[in-house]
Nanobody
């Protein structure tokens, strides 16, 4: 059974930074594509970034240059470093592998 546990969310002022973590278990982590999504109130869930087993990354246009996805295969963890945060980044952030999802972590960007 795959389990994904996100952490690191919180309240931050515009321009601030947060680092999200997603710890995975029950899967061969190093072999999997890991993805971060987010869902803002009243909006559809959208892809934020993904990282392949080989470290190839891809980002939504809205976060390019501000967010960085990375992974530590020894710790079965994927990270999302978020800099220069904007109010429009406010959402619940989820990590995903295959058809599995974590419970999400709330990110609120507000002054």
């Amino acid at each position: 059974q795959v389990q994904l546990v996100e952490s690191g969310g919180g309240l931050v002022q515009p321009g601030g930074s947060l680092r999200l973590s997603c710890a995975a278990s029950g899967t061969i982590f190093s072999a999997n594509l890991m993805t971060w999504y987010r869902q803002a109130p009243g909006k559809q869930r959208e892809l934020v970034a993904y990282i392949s087993s080989g470290g190839r990354t891809n980002y939504a246009d809205s976060v390019k240059g501000r967010f960085t996805i990375s992974r530590d295969n020894a710790k079965n963890t994927v990270y999302l470093q978020m800099n220069s945060l904007k109010p429009e980044d406010t959402a619940v952030y989820y990590c995903s592998v295959g058809s599995n999802w974590g419970q999400g972590t709330q990110v609120t960007v507000s002054s």
